[in-house]
T-cell receptor, first 111, second 113 residues
Framework: RKEVEQDPGPFNVPEGATVAFNCTYSNSASQSFFWYRQDCRKEPKLLMSVYSSGNEDGRFTAQLNRASQYISLLIRDSKLSDSATYLCVVTLNTGGFKTIFGAGTRLFVKA | DVKVTQSSRYLVKRTGEKVFLECVQDMDHENMFWYRQDPGLGLRLIYFSYDVKMKEKGDIPEGYSVSREKKERFSLILESASTNQTSMYLC????????????FGEGSRLTVL
């Protein structure tokens, strides 16, 4: 079983739609959680950190459920520029703070 | 801004050749990482380092080694390249907060013939 699992998609949505991505992690030593965004042929970049209380950044909302070992990302009012791959990322608090990436969920937003 | 620089964007090597991939960061970060990225598999951790001369195996270290002689530089070495090491290689660094953001280089696309 992969340590971080995501639905690979692709998700094809129209502009203005709300889309939700889910992610599960298996290691209970997971300490920090993030969503990264990766555009085609580019390097990943941090989109937002994920906190237990939930956090919002404009149209983006991230949630963490430690009991279920589940992370989510909600994008409201999708824009064409949101088209990218979204990577769920977990850092462990053991072994030198190893950081593990999910395989990513591809999003296409259509006009 | 943090700058992570990978020495080569594109390389083509032959099976059995020794390959060096260099990565330099300019923000005095303690942690550095090497990942490879393949379609459908995402980023997989090869090796990481949390201090000079320190290294830890990631999930797929076989066929690779690393060197961290200076804080700013983390090198990935393929002692004898094989075709299954054809991939995109991404270097990343992270600052003193061990659980903080990773900053990536632009990647090195390696093709082994």
């Amino acid at each position: 079983r992969k340590e971080v699992e995501q639905d690979p998609g692709p998700f094809n949505v129209p502009e203005g739609a709300t889309v939700a991505f889910n992610c599960t992690y298996s290691n209970s030593a997971s300490q920090s959680f993030f969503w990264y965004r990766q555009d085609c042929r580019k390097e990943p970049k941090l989109l937002m950190s994920v906190y237990s209380s939930g956090n919002e950044d404009g149209r983006f909302t991230a949630q963490l459920n430690r009991a279920s070992q589940y992370i989510s990302l909600l994008i409201r009012d999708s824009k064409l520029s949101d088209s990218a791959t979204y990577l769920c990322v977990v850092t462990l608090n053991t072994g030198g703070f190893k950081t593990i990436f999910g395989a990513g969920t591809r999003l296409f937003v259509k006009a | 801004d943090v700058k992570v620089t990978q020495s080569s964007r594109y390389l083509v090597k032959r099976t059995g050749e020794k390959v060096f991939l260099e990565c330099v960061q300019d923000m005095d970060h303690e942690n550095m990482f090497w990942y490879r990225q393949d379609p459908g598999l995402g980023l997989r951790l090869i090796y990481f380092s949390y201090d000079v001369k320190m290294k830890e195996k990631g999930d797929i270290p076989e066929g690779y080694s690393v060197s961290r002689e200076k804080k700013e530089r983390f090198s990935l070495i393929l002692e004898s390249a094989s075709t299954n090491q054809t991939s995109m290689y991404l270097c990343a660094s992270r600052g003193g907060i061990n659980t903080g953001e990773l900053f990536f280089g632009e990647g090195s696309r390696l093709t082994v013939l």
